[in-house]
């Protein structure tokens, strides 16, 4: 499969194999495909949100682990900080519109894995899968 692979012979940097870890395109995958990536950027879907909000929000996540996600994602252009004047100061964060774009496609994964989260979970067990034939088996 060549995702991002042009026809000539001399592809540019936007158009770079994913698959080759060379590819900067490979390196901001694993960022946004992350366990906390893909929840945080879903989470921000909600819209702008403050620091403890959004950890409360996904729940497990640590402050270290939101902190530095936070930090990649607005260091990427895909999350802005925003700092209001107020004392103690009050930062929130909130998606910017290529953020947003890889936000709304991650959102049908997740959607896809609440949908067959039990079905997954039941083939992964040994249980009889219920419906038609799933993952491979009857």
């Known amino acids: ?4 692979v042009p026809d000539s012979d001399r592809p540019t ?3 770079r194999d994913v698959f080759d870890k060379e590819c900067p395109a490979h390196a901001i995958l694993g960022k946004v495909t992350s366990r906390w990536g893909v929840l945080i950027l879903a989470a921000l879907l909600d819209g702008s949100m403050r620091y ?3 950890r409360d929000r996904i729940g497990s996540i640590s ?6 996600n936070l930090r990649t ?3 990427y252009g ?3 900080r925003t700092v209001e004047p107020t004392v103690p100061p ?6 910017t519109p290529i953020g947003h ?3 709304e496609k991650l959102h049908g994964l997740l959607e896809w894995v609440s949908t067959r989260a039990e079905e997954i979970e039941t083939f992964r067990t040994g249980g009889p899968v219920p419906g038609p034939k799933l993952l491979g088996r009857s």
């Open 78 to 80: 895909l999350v802005e």
């Open 73 to 75: 994602f607005t260091d």
């Open 90 to 95: 009050q930062v929130s964060y909130a998606l």
């Open 101 to 103: 774009e890889a936000a």
């Open 63 to 68: 402050e270290k682990m939101l902190s530095q």
């Open 13 to 15: 940097l936007g158009q």
């Open 1 to 4: 499969m060549a995702v991002g």
């Open 52 to 54: 403890h909000v959004l």
